[in-house]
């Protein structure tokens, strides 16, 4: 009797310490994924508490004491938004879903100052994209997945081989600089195709810079910068593999795996493209879309080091066979003039690396990249047999002094080999080519002053040397104001240069039959820009909203221009007798909701001009407004994700023959995609959707006598009394119609 006696006292004192506490449970998750969460700090508010973590599970459990009746918790993890929540004593198993952070602020940035550093501290204003973003409209290459970014356009300049470039805030590809890993890879020759084959499996987070960077980058670098950031060998072991397709016959796939050999890590990507269907939406006998069939595979690795120093090796090769043209035609008639088509064989090679020397307490480094690219094609009957050969080395020194300044030094050369088969390289004597060899040497400083946590200038200086046109001075300032933690004011000013590659100035030069004119020796153009950024950050009760605001402007100097106007049948480049202005304001705005919805609205508003012999000029392809959204709403009970994306573009002036019956102007056209994704189990998903949601394509007469390609009728008055010629050039959206398509993704760890 006294043993149950103890019994039941020890029972009633645990009840009563029971009763004096209210026990609340939870499981915490990604919002997007469901996928559980471990180790998520859970801190109680109200009333004042301790807090937990919860277990490799996600679940947690939390005592509040007795007559809590509500209980207010924060809920926080690295990489995802701070949450709150109310829960009811006595309640378990609460579900509490944490959004993914995509504010950026954290993230470190390399592009804007060539040194690792938190966006939110970069002086200059860094975009960062992540591949998460691009997968809201999947597409098979970067050059269409960057339609997604606001003020950044991929233009297509021919509607029978695609040819195209991409332009930041209203410049022309030319002066936009696409990098690897830092290294300038994609150039000259390579910006006309070569932006095509770069597949989405590579990317771990794309950098853009809208604004002047010659400083740091040296020539193309007058309108911006995209840094492609391949992914890293050193994150987890994995294996990748994405299938997808169109109901138009498109079929790409990416595979890509990494995992640990020895010291070193190694990442293996491969993408295939296959598109061989003869479409022909507007009934003209050419081909809406070039059929293509592309392979390129990419290999990078990264080794282990003493002290964490850097040392790695990237490879890349690209294999491209496309072509457009007339719905009959056939590989037996590349080069003939009987059936035309337009036929690129593309054989591409790239090694890309940096080394740190094993110097102690200092931080150099070597970075350094080969590529050569061999271009085989016909246009017509008109061949183009191209070499090029570019190789770049660069030593950079970082260097911290007097407390509050980051000295970066650096010196490289860039030497470029090119041979054709056209007048650019033919000798005076036309018998034999001539190839160019250019060494472009330069070195460059750069000082990133920190006055207080409020204030920041960067400013920098290169220099470079080209035989042609000697030397050139680059400066650039950066100031950097941060009023509170959530505003940023940012001022950019400097100036640029730039040397002229035909060839990927204008793809026209090889097509419809113009003949191209150099009216004069080419001066390298020269500009002077100016960009105004604002940010700000916000914290609200339902997640977080980011604004980035940016006044630009940039003023030409000896621009070089490609006259279509003065002679229909000619291509006339010279240098311009006067100057060109690019102004414009862009606005680009995120929110981010804690119950996972996800919403990005921008718009860019620009005016490119040319001014010459007192007459201003609208620049060709260049519209006045340009507007992007995106839509991603998840449906975490289902394992469903829905996206709605598009952009909408204002008119633009076309190139247009005299007394040509088609408008100069295009018509104000909007592209609309959705999509839903269904996530399983070990990383698996389903996703499709429709792209072109409402089926826009451009006008039937894009190509301009399209039963005359080879202009053989062309002097025949009854045939074309108007004395047009052929051409492909009036282009302004793509002439591809509502499309459905559906992919599958495998992710293993």
């Not at 070195?443 to 470079?464: A, Y």
């Not at 620009?606 to 620049?619: C, P």
């Not at 282009?731 to 591809?736: E, F, L, S, T």
């Amino acid at each position: 009797m006294q043993n149950i006696a103890a019994i039941c006292l020890l029972l009633c004192i645990f009840q009563t310490s029971y009763a004096q506490e209210h026990i609340c449970s939870g499981v915490i998750s990604d919002a997007f994924t469901g996928e559980r969460l471990p180790f998520a700090t859970v801190q109680m508010l109200a009333p004042e508490g301790g807090g937990v973590y919860s277990d490799t599970a996600g679940y947690f459990i939390l005592k509040a004491p007795q007559g809590a009746g509500k209980i207010k918790i924060a809920v926080s993890l690295v990489g995802y938004i701070r949450q709150t929540a109310t829960l009811t004593a006595g309640e378990t198993n609460v579900p509490i879903r944490l959004v993914p952070d995509e504010s950026g602020l954290k993230e470190v940035v390399v592009t804007g100052t060539m040194k690792e550093m938190r966006k939110a501290d970069s002086p200059v204003p860094v975009e960062v994209y992540s591949p998460k973003f691009f997968l809201r409209n999947p597409t098979p290459s970067l050059f269409d997945a960057v339609q997604m970014v606001n003020g950044v356009r991929p233009q297509l300049q021919c509607n029978v081989c695609n040819t195209g470039d991409i332009h930041i805030n209203g410049m022309e590809g030319p002066y936009t600089m696409v990098l690897i890993d830092g290294m300038p890879i994609v150039s000259g020759l390579s910006t006309v195709y070569g932006l095509s084959g770069i597949p989405n499996s590579v990317l771990q987070r794309m950098e853009v810079v809208k604004g002047p960077a010659a400083s740091l980058y040296g020539s193309e670098a007058m309108g911006g910068l995209i840094n492609i950031i391949t992914k890293d060998p050193a994150d987890k072991p994995e294996l990748r593999l994405d299938l997808n397709g169109t109901t138009y016959g498109e079929l790409n796939t990416d595979a890509a795996g990494s995992l640990r050999l020895g010291k070193a890590r190694t990442l293996l990507s491969a993408n295939y493209f296959h598109f061989t269907e003869h479409r022909d939406i507007n009934h003209d006998n050419f081909t809406d879309v070039t059929l293509q069939k592309r392979f390129s595979v990419f290999n990078k690795w990264r080794f282990e080091r003493p002290d964490n120093r850097i040392a790695s090796l990237a490879f890349r090769y690209l294999w491209e066979d496309r072509y457009g043209g007339e719905m009959q035609w056939e590989p037996r008639w590349r080069g003939t003039d009987s059936i035309y088509g337009e036929s690129i064989l593309t054989n591409r090679y790239e090694i890309i690396g940096n080394y740190q020397l094993p110097i102690e307490n200092q931080k150099v480094i070597f970075n350094f990249s080969y590529n050569r690219h061999q271009q085989d094609s016909y246009y017509g009957d008109v061949p183009y047999l191209a070499d090029q050969r570019i190789g770049f080395g660069q030593l950079t020194w970082e260097r911290h002094v007097w407390q509050r300044h980051d000295f970066l030094f650096g010196t490289g050369a860039r030497y470029t080999f090119y041979d054709d088969n056209t007048p650019v390289t033919a000798q005076a004597s036309g018998m034999e080519n001539a190839p160019q060899r250019t060494w472009l040497p330069g070195v460059f400083v750069q000082d990133e002053w920190t006055f207080n946590k409020r204030w920041k200038l960067l400013s920098g200086l290169r220099w470079d040397h080209d035989k042609r046109h000697g030397n050139i001075l680059s400066p650039r300032l950066n100031l950097k104001y941060n009023p509170d933690d959530e505003n940023t004011l940012r001022l950019s000013a400097g100036s640029g240069f730039r040397v002229v590659n035909v060839f990927s100035e204008d793809h026209a030069a090889l097509t419809g039959g113009r003949e191209v004119v150099f009216a004069e020796a080419l001066e390298p153009e020269r500009t002077w820009n100016t960009n105004l950024n604002y940010t700000r950050f916000q914290n609200t009760s339902f997640g977080f909203i980011n604004f980035d605001a940016t006044f630009f402007y940039t003023h030409f100097f000896n621009k070089i221009i490609a006259d279509y106007d003065t002679d229909p049948e000619k291509i006339i480049y010279q240098n311009l007798n006067g100057y060109a202005e690019n102004t414009g304001f862009s606005l680009n705005s995120d929110w981010n909701f804690t119950n996972g919805l996800k919403a990005m609205a921008g718009f860019t508003l620009m005016d490119v001009t040319v001014a010459e012999n007192g007459r201003r000029e609208w620049q060709i392809h260049t519209p006045h407004f340009t507007g992007n959204w995106s839509l991603s709403c998840p449906v975490a009970r289902l394992n469903l994700t829905f996206d709605y994306n598009g952009h909408l573009t204002s008119p633009m002036r076309l190139p247009v023959f005299p007394n040509d019956y088609r408008p100069e102007q295009s018509p104000w056209f909007s592209i609309h995609n959705i999509q839903a994704t269904w996530r399983g189990k070990n990383g698996f998903e389903i996703y499709g959707g429709v792209k072109n949601l409402f089926n826009f394509y451009p006008r039937e007469d894009v190509i301009l006598r399209p039963h005359d390609p080879f202009d053989k009728k062309a002097n025949d008055p009854a045939d074309n009394p108007d004395g047009y010629t052929f051409d492909p050039s009036y282009n302004y959206a793509p002439v591809q119609g509502l499309r459905g398509f559906m992919g599958v993704r495998v992710i293993l760890q």
